[in-house]
């Protein structure tokens, strides 16, 4: 065997080596750096003139409200919002329900797409102008947060059917008296 036929070998069998190892931790890799993510871009909107969002997100949520939340209320609700969803990720605590918020406020984030129409898009839904294409950009942190919240799911057994216990007991019962 040639030597740069063992290399190649070594080479792949180091690849998969470290692959394995990534892979048991990939879960919690995307968890935390969505969550860094969050954290940040939330602080980056406590500090007015930052966030390149800041003003658009106001002005979506001004629109939801009907105007009754006015932009100095709803910039800092919205980096609370994010700071805490970015600390939740990042230490996997109430994972549930920081879970929850963060769909939640994709929910919020993608109906912006409607709200704030004639700024998200350039004559059609094909073409987004920049603010769209920052907001259509979410769609990869929802599907990272999706693998996550699967992982989250799969990791705790489903609570057993009441239903089935019930009538388990009561199949108990009819044989204690029978016999």
């Not at 063992?6 to 995307?30: D, E, F, I, N, P």
């Not at 919020?108 to 769209?132: K, S």
């Not at 799911?153 to 108990?172: M, Q, S």
Request: hydrophobic share 50%; charged share 15%.
């Amino acid at each position: 065997m040639s030597d740069s036929r063992a290399g190649g070998r070594l080479h792949r069998h180091s690849l998969c080596s470290l692959a394995g190892r990534y892979q048991k931790y990939s879960v919690t890799a995307l968890r935390v750096s969505v969550g860094l993510l969050f954290v940040w871009f939330g602080i980056l909107k406590l500090l007015p003139g930052n966030s390149p969002a800041e003003d658009v997100a106001t002005r979506a949520m001004s629109a939801m409200t009907f105007g009754q939340v006015a932009p100095e209320v709803s910039r800092p609700l919205l980096a609370g919002m994010e700071i805490l969803i970015g600390a939740g990720l990042i230490t996997g605590l109430l994972l549930r329900l920081t879970l929850l918020v963060f769909f939640v406020h994709m929910s919020g984030v993608f109906l912006t797409l409607a709200i704030l129409h004639g700024e998200m898009w350039n004559g059609g839904v094909a073409f987004p102008t920049l603010a769209g294409q920052y907001i259509l950009k979410n769609i990869v942190l929802v599907v990272a947060v999706l693998t996550v919240a699967a992982d989250a799911l799969a990791a705790r057994p489903a609570p057993p059917d009441r239903g089935d216990r019930d009538r388990a007991g009561e199949e108990h019962r009819i044989r204690q008296t029978a016999g």
